[in-house]
Every structure is written in structure tokens, then in C-alpha cells.
């Protein structure tokens, strides 16, 4: 199978911006700068690394996840009922390393960026992605919400999967609205746990009960 293929496009340029972003980097802030790589919880940088490795990180991040893919891949099997998930997945997160990279480097060089607050709203993004592309999904072990009896029954995975997906668009929904609208760190914070918990949380509890219910209505 080709890897690159069923990476995506979407994913290629995400990568590419990534790519494009940290050349970006190396040319416009200065060598001895430092650079923030992590922030607290009130939204102020508490984490710096000197400009070549604070670059260096989004990219490095991506390419290691990208290897773990292609180890992956070599199993073969389940991965192609998985593609639209995956799909996803590596263009949502290779979009949020390059929004980090591109952010990060708005900062070094003096800009006012609220990072919790793009982070939020990518974040939010992602699960709208996510949360589109699952009910769409077929059962596999890779993409999907993964449990025994939705890997058991594909009734079970569809109905699940529609709605947990339309759960995580709701939140993501929320979560990018609420990065707009709302500027204390601490309440977005709070916002992405709960948008990451609920949609899971509600999920298990949905395809137990809808399990339960096949279980019971199934002939003998």
C-alpha cells in the first residue's frame, strides 16, 4: 500500500507548511533568542529553549508520529477501513504543530499571541474534522471509537461512532467559538478536557446500551 497515499494531501500540506513555517523561523528570529515552548496555565510561557531547538520540536513531533504510522502500516490488515480516520487525524494534528510553530515564532519576534487561545481553536477544529469522518469509519483496530462490542458487532460501531462523531463536532464547535469569545485561559482550558471527555465518556455509555440492546433482540 502506498503510505503517502493514504496519508492524505491534506496531510502533505500541513506537513508542507510546517516545513515552511520553520525555514521561516531560521531566518527571522535571531540565533541567541529564546524561544517559549510550554505555557502555563494562566496562559503565561513558563518553558524556553533556545531558537534551533524550540524549531526543531513541531517538526521532530510530526516525524516521529509519522514514523510510528509507518510501522504501523506494515501490518496491513484493518488499515484500509481506517483511512478516512487517519486521514484526518494526521492532517488535523500536522496542522496544529505548523499554527504552534507559526505562533511560537509570532511571539519571538514581539507579536501579542494568546497561545491557549489558539490552541483551543485549532483544537476545536480538529474535532470538528474528527468528529466528521467518524461515522463514516468502518471497524477496524486503527480510527474509530474502539471497544470490544463495537469491534464485535457493526451495527454497534456504526450507530456509536455517528454519535460520538456528532458529539465532537458539537464540542469543537464550542471550543472554537469559545476561543474567540472567551480570553480567560483557565476557563478554555477547562473547556478542552470537557469537549475531550464528554463526547468519550457519552460514547461508552451509548455503545454499551445500544450492545446490550442488539444482544437482546438478536435470534438465538
Known sequence: MNQLRLVGPFALVSAAILAAATIAGYV???????????????????????????????????????????????????????????RAAFAGIGMLMAVIQLATIAIALGYPVDMIRVIAFCVG????GLGNVMPKSQPNSYAGFRLRWTLESPATWVATNRFTGTLMML??????????????????????????????????????RFAQRESETRPL
Open 125 to 128: 477544529l480538529l474535532f470538528i
Open 171 to 208: 464540542g469543537g464547535v464550542v471550543l472554537a467559538i469559545a476561543a474567540l469569545l472567551v480570553a480567560e485561559p483557565l476557563w478554555l482550558l477547562a473547556l478542552i478536557v470537557l469537549c475531550t471527555a464528554a463526547p468519550s465518556l457519552a460514547g461508552i455509555i451509548y455503545s454499551y
Open 28 to 86: 527571522m528570529v535571531p540565533p541567541e533568542t529564546l524561544m517559549p515552548v510550554h505555557w502555563g496555565p494562566d496562559g503565561t510561557a513558563d518553558g524556553f529553549l533556545p531558537r534551533n531547538l524550540a524549531l526543531l520540536m513541531p517538526p521532530v513531533i510530526l516525524a516521529a508520529l509519522w514514523l510510528i504510522f509507518a510501522l504501523v502500516l506494515k501490518r496491513g490488515g484493518e488499515v484500509d477501513r481506517a483511512r478516512q480516520g487517519l
